[in-house]
């Protein structure tokens, strides 16, 4: 994972300008440089992942503030959706576990969205830990319905599939939060983003990426 320090000054960076202003040409990324690549295929579709924790705190500010700008930019033609890690050194393994399936658990039901409206402030600003209230809260079903969709061994599969992939990441290149890879093959490369217009920079790459393949 990157520094703190280093990471902080970088999301700083990006969610400070909007993607109105010029990004870089696309013919200036270069691999290796700009991004990497993860993976020999393409998916069929045309989608940026994020990779992203709950208890990032530059997942929560990129959450509230990059994410709105990047999707308006990117349009309906390229979809963002997200991945949950469980690889964060200062927060213990089975408690990411835990937030990671609650939302998957959200994101297979449409409620994605709903659920990190809940879950994010509820840990970065009242300190709370609550995986199961935030699926509960977000699928209107009781804690203890929730509690059992979490427990149930359809989303412990699940989970120990995308886990397994995200290993697989982790040896290419994957090493901090947040992460976009492109269409499942390109890993940006947050650090070269042009300083001057940081998210415009992603966007503009995002799309380059997109039309490789």
């Known amino acids: 994972m990157f520094s703190f320090m280093k990471k902080s000054l970088l999301v700083t960076a990006v969610l ?46 990129m959450e509230r503030q990059g994410i709105p700008k990047l999707t308006e930019d990117l349009g309906a033609d390229i979809e963002i959706v997200k991945a949950p890690v469980n690889f964060m050194g200062f927060i213990d393994k089975e408690k990411q576990n835990t937030m990671g399936k609650a939302f998957m658990a959200a994101r297979n039901e449409g409620k994605a969205d709903a659920f990190l409206k809940v879950a994010f402030p509820a840990y970065h600003m009242d300190k709370k830990d609550a995986p199961v209230d935030a699926l509960a809260a977000a699928l209107n079903v009781s804690v203890a319905d929730a509690t059992k969709l979490l427990e149930s061994a359809e989303l412990e599969d699940a989970f120990k599939k995308e886990m397994e992939y995200q290993s697989m990441l982790l040896k290419k290149g994957l090493k901090g939060t947040p992460a976009f890879i ?7 490369n947050l650090s070269e983003l042009n300083s001057a217009d940081p998210l415009g920079d992603l966007s503009s790459l995002i799309k380059h990426l997109n039309k490789l393949d």
């Open 16 to 61: 400070a300008f909007s993607t109105s202003a010029i990004a870089s040409d696309s013919s200036e990324y270069v691999e290796s440089i700009d991004y990497t690549i993860v993976s020999d295929v393409t998916t069929t579709s045309d989608t940026v992942v994020e990779y992203f924790s709950v208890y990032c705190p530059h997942c929560f500010a």
């Open 182 to 188: 492109v269409n499942g093959k390109y890993l940006v």
